[in-house]
């Protein structure tokens, strides 16, 4: 069985970091490309970071660069995502997301919210 756990989320002000994690089980995690995705009441999910099996790239969208990274570490089956200098606009469940071809696998999601 394929889980995808998510922690790290909370309450945090604006201007703070947040580091969230994902520890995989159930597939060979160091093929998986890993994702996190963010949704916000209302709102589409959005990618929020990319990083491939290899761990030698990685994406970040234009409006999160600079503030965000994401990392893996294939020996823990972990995939972080550092979140620093927060915005109210980042409070959103934010999902981590493994896929490999036409395989694909999410977590449950971890809230963080940015307000002071």
């Known amino acids: 069985q394929v889980q995808l756990v998510e922690s790290g989320g909370g309450l945090v002000q604006p201007g703070g970091s947040l580091r969230l994690s994902c520890v995989v089980s159930?597939?060979?995690?160091?093929?998986?490309?890993m994702r996190w995705y963010r949704q916000a009441p209302g709102e589409e999910r959005e990618l929020v970071a990319y990083i491939n099996s290899a761990n030698d790239m990685t994406y970040v969208p234009d409006s999160m660069r600079g503030r965000f990274t994401i990392s893996r570490d294939n020996a823990k089956n972990t995939v972080i995502l550092q979140m620093n200098s927060l915005k109210p606009g980042d409070s959103a469940v934010y999902y981590c997301h493994s896929r490999r071809g036409s395989l694909e696998f999410w977590g449950q999601g971890t809230q963080v919210t940015v307000s002071s």
């Open positions: 159930g597939l060979t995690f160091s093929i998986f490309a």
